[in-house]
């Protein structure tokens, strides 16, 4: 077994978690000036869930960096191309179904190649499927699935129609690609033609797609361990292994983690500092999105429960971790009736909490256009009335 080099810095814990909300753009002055394609940049990915409760989680993502950002010009952001007709990003498999920035599809080769290497799939496909649906878009130009004739019969995966089985598999081989979205539905077009030359040609081998990649998701986490690194992109770990000496990234020691962990070396230089945002979080941040970092850099338990059945979950449907003064303080499970943004579930960590917590709610609300907030269900009931005070005041 290869030796770990020797750590070239002790961090204290509150090092790497101030280190960690830096990087991923929770402490100092918010970058205005770039915007969501800024955020987009700097997080390397943007997860895409098909849930929406205040907002999708696409758009509450650069909300909680940036504060209350247009919804409409988020996503155009996203999809709106440039002057010279290129686009900014694209959808692919990064650490769920992701928007990533479109510099970084060379750096998908080898998850490209991966996917054609496949023996088997889940799906069969009618004979000519796959070779018709590329004909067409060559000859009709960008289509959705239905303009294709196979949208999906339900919006269960395992119900998908041969259509939507065959552009989803060039999807995942890079002979598609989706650059825009159109009412959530992708819109589908040849990567020969969308995607600009200079990135489409670039043919890497997967030791330099991985140092990337393993040296992008240092610089957004700031400091991680061997397993946050991975998931990051959804590497594995021994992908991590083979290039992580070669990425860049520097080992480090951080108290109380009890395990190997590397920094990038410019998180390091100055310590970090700044204004801490206070902001509901998607469930699906990549702030939040990967457990047991989250319960290692935060002391902080966060789960999705939407899929889990209701008379089991603890926290909500679609609980929304708290962030303010750098510490994850609560949860919020939110719901829309008319211009009312309701709170069915609080919970708080102490009665300290309150007052960050109607902040995070009042300016949610805010951006989403509603009027009122309607607090349901504090977790501690003593400090329903003290978090409905505080929201009365904000209201005036």
């Known amino acids: 077994m290869t030796s770990l080099p020797r750590p070239a810095t002790d961090?204290?814990?509150?090092?790497?978690?101030?280190?960690a909300l830096r990087a991923q753009g929770f402490l100092g002055a918010p970058d205005r000036r770039s915007g969501v394609r800024g955020v987009l940049r700097h997080l390397g990915a943007v997860q895409l869930d098909t849930i929406s409760v205040l907002a999708r989680s696409h758009e509450l993502v650069p909300y909680a960096r940036l504060g209350a950002v247009g919804r409409k010009t988020v996503d155009e952001a996203y999809w709106t191309p440039g002057a010279d007709g290129a686009p900014h990003?694209?959808?692919?498999?990064?650490?769920?179904?992701?928007?990533?920035?479109?510099?970084?599809?060379?750096?998908?080769?080898?998850?490209?190649?991966?996917?054609?290497?496949?023996?088997?799939?889940?799906?069969?496909?009618?004979?000519?499927?796959?070779?018709q649906v590329i004909k067409q878009l060559r000859a009709e130009g960008p289509l959705t699935a239905t303009d294709l004739g196979g949208a999906k019969k339900t919006s269960e995966w395992w119900d998908w129609s041969g259509t939507k089985v065959a552009v989803e598999r060039a999807l995942m081989y890079g002979e598609v690609v989706c650059t825009e979205r159109r009412g959530w539905k992708r819109v589908y077009d040849l990567a020969e033609r969308a995607v600009p030359e200079a990135l489409l040609h670039d043919q890497l081998d997967d030791a330099e797609c991985l140092r990337r990649l393993v040296r992008l998701a240092g610089q957004s986490l700031g400091v991680g361990t061997r397993a946050d690194i991975a998931d990051y992109h959804r590497l594995r770990g021994e992908q991590v292994d083979a290039v992580i000496a070669d990425s860049g990234l520097v080992p480090?020691?951080?108290?109380?983690?009890?395990?190997?962990?590397?920094?990038?070396?410019?998180a390091l230089e100055t310590a970090p500092r700044g204004r801490h945002r206070t902001t509901l979080l998607s469930p699906f941040d990549s702030l939040v999105w990967e457990r047991a970092r989250t319960e290692r850099v935060f002391g902080f338990t966060?789960?999705?429960?939407?899929?889990?059945?209701?008379?089991?979950?603890?926290?909500?449907?679609?609980?929304?971790?708290?962030?303010?003064?750098?510490?994850?303080?609560?949860?919020?499970?939110?719901?829309?009736?008319?211009?009312?943004?309701?709170?069915?579930?609080?919970?708080?960590?102490?009665?300290?909490?309150?007052?960050?917590?109607?902040?995070?709610l009042m300016e949610a609300a805010s951006w989403v256009d509603c009027t009122n907030v309607r607090v349901e269900r504090v977790d501690a009931p003593e400090l329903r009335d003290p978090l409905t005070r505080e929201l009365a005041r904000a209201l005036g």
């Open 302 to 360: 966060h789960r999705l429960e939407a899929y889990t059945p209701k008379p089991k979950r603890i926290y909500g449907y679609f609980a929304m971790p708290v962030l303010a003064g750098g510490r994850l303080v609560g949860r919020v499970d939110p719901a829309r009736e008319g211009r009312t943004l309701v709170a069915k579930q609080v919970t708080l960590d102490d009665a300290k909490a309150v007052p960050a917590v109607a902040q995070a």
């Open 89 to 131: 990003a694209f959808e692919y498999w990064s650490h769920a179904a992701c928007i990533l920035p479109i510099e970084e599809w060379p750096h998908f080769a080898f998850r490209r190649r991966a996917y054609r290497a496949r023996p088997h799939w889940n799906h069969a496909l009618p004979d000519g499927t796959y070779d």
């Open 11 to 19: 961090l204290s814990a509150d090092e790497a978690r101030r280190i």
């Open 252 to 266: 480090v020691a951080v108290e109380g983690w009890g395990k190997p962990a590397w920094a990038d070396p410019a």
